[in-house]
């Protein structure tokens, strides 16, 4: 069945996100068409206003401003211990947990050789500097457990100064997970992170 010109657009232009198939697309755009014209205003100038957004010149979040709500505060400033990661969404999920309350960096990927992703395509010389200018003195690895995750890891560990304390989160069993149905890669990454009980 052919659907309308205007139609297919807005389906084609929704699967431009990941995740998104062409069903799903369109049933979400069908949903939107029941909308009434202010509601469809309001969401096209809320897509719009998108690209006004600008990144944080300290972590890289995304900001109305020159720095993050996160970055604007002195108390998180102050503690010197910074949480890197790979992308925004692990920001938002760290920072949603309310458990760290330092700032954020993020790298904005992991180091591929075979992708031809360097150091300098990802926000580690930024860091770097930023350890040395802010004067951390903890950093928090919170990358992803792979090859690539390990190798960045490793190469962010040989930029820092010996000074500067850095620790990677620890990987493992999640809360409730069943050791019989675990892959042989979680089950020794959580032997490896193993603690003593006190």
Known sequence: M?????????????????????????????????????????????????????????????????????CQQDSRRDLGSVCVVETISDFIAIENSNTFKGTYHILGGVLNPLLGIGPDSLR??????????EKKTEIILAVNPSVEGDATCS????????????????????????LEYLDSLTISKALENRKRLD
């Open 155 to 178: 190469y962010i560990k040989q930029e820092i100064p010996d000074e500067v304390k850095v620790e990677r989160i620890g990987f493992g069993i999640p809360m409730g997970g069943n």
């Open 2 to 70: 052919e659907l309308p010109e205007t139609l297919n657009f807005a389906v084609t232009q929704m699967t431009k996100i990941p995740g998104v198939g062409e069903k799903t697309a369109l049933r979400q755009i069908l949903t939107i068409c029941r909308w009434d014209r202010d509601q469809l205003s309001a969401l096209g100038r809320s897509l719009i206003n998108l690209g006004d957004l600008n990144c944080c010149v300290d972590c890289g979040f995304y900001t109305d401003e020159t720095r993050c709500q996160v």
């Open 124 to 133: 580690i010389p930024e860091l770097v500097k930023r350890i040395m200018s």
